[in-house]
T-cell receptor
Framework: DGGITQSPKYLFRKEGQNVTLSCEQN?????MYWYRQDPGQGLRLIYY???????QKGDIAEGYSVSREKKESFPLTVTSAQKNPTAFYLC??????????????FGDGTRLSIL | GQQLNQSPQSMFIQEGEDVSMNCTSS?????WLWYKQDPGEGPVLLIA?????ELTSNGRLTAQFGITRKDSFLNISASIPSDVGIYFC???????????????FGQGTILTVHP
């Protein structure tokens, strides 16, 4: 089945540690996005990539890093510089602008907690 | 970053009742999207609206794209227990430029349905 796969479902980070969240899609989507969700709040954009080997900062990029080496994959690294990393992280993807206006579709998320 | 104003924040209704929620923005969007999120899962797309004034239905759900392109509403008719969840509106920028596809989310409406 086509879809967006995030792994792991749950992740625990020790103080001072970097952790990487995986996002893979087999929908042939061009653009990929990472969001952070805190309780009682909407989703906030961390990073996004409209094409392979290119990405832009979103609204809350500090303490995070990404790469886009393959069209299918957009991993997010939560670095030790992110002082409040506990949150639900969501990955999304969509077709590029050449397809006209299209909606984003989401994976099932990764819940990150601090040990 | 900007967030949309979504209301109400929560609703407690009896099974069979109709539900209405809305979103407003100070900015214009090319696309309005409505998502439903169950606990621990990613948002699932319910309805996508692409034209100002557009009224679209999906089963018991009806949504409209405001004529000013700054607002949208979602109605759910004859609610059932499985409608329980968090509903998010999102405004999306149009094709062209580095902002293509960027979503701005409302804070969400928590819906509880009593049998």
């Amino acid at each position: 089945d086509g879809g967006i796969t995030q792994s792991p479902k749950y992740l625990f980070r020790k103080e001072g540690q970097n952790v990487t969240l995986s996002c893979e899609q087999n929908l042939n989507h061009d653009a990929m996005y990472w969001y952070r969700q805190d309780p009682g709040q909407g989703l906030r954009l961390i990073y996004y990539s409209q094409i392979v080997n290119d990405f832009q900062k979103g609204d809350i990029a500090e303490g995070y890093s990404v790469s886009r080496e393959k069209k299918e994959s957009f991993p997010l690294t939560v670095t030790s510089a992110q002082k409040n990393p506990t949150a639900f992280y969501l990955c999304a993807s969509m077709f590029g602008a050449d397809r006209g206006d299209q909606p984003q579709h989401f994976g099932d998320g990764t819940r990150l907690s601090i040990l | 970053g900007q967030q949309l104003n979504q209301s109400p924040q929560s609703m407690f209704i009896q099974e069979g009742e109709d539900v209405s929620m809305n979103c407003t923005s100070s900015s214009i969007f090319n696309t309005w999207l409505w998502y439903k999120q169950d606990p621990g899962e990613g948002p699932v797309l319910l309805i996508a609206l692409y034209k100002a004034g557009e009224l679209t239905s999906n089963g018991r759900l009806t949504a409209q794209f405001g004529i000013t392109r700054k607002d949208s509403f979602l109605n759910i008719s004859a609610s059932i227990p499985s409608d329980v969840g968090i509903y998010f509106c999102a405004g999306q920028r149009g094709a062209g430029g580095t902002s293509y596809g960027k979503l701005t989310f409302g804070q969400g409406t928590i819906l509880t349905v009593h049998p």
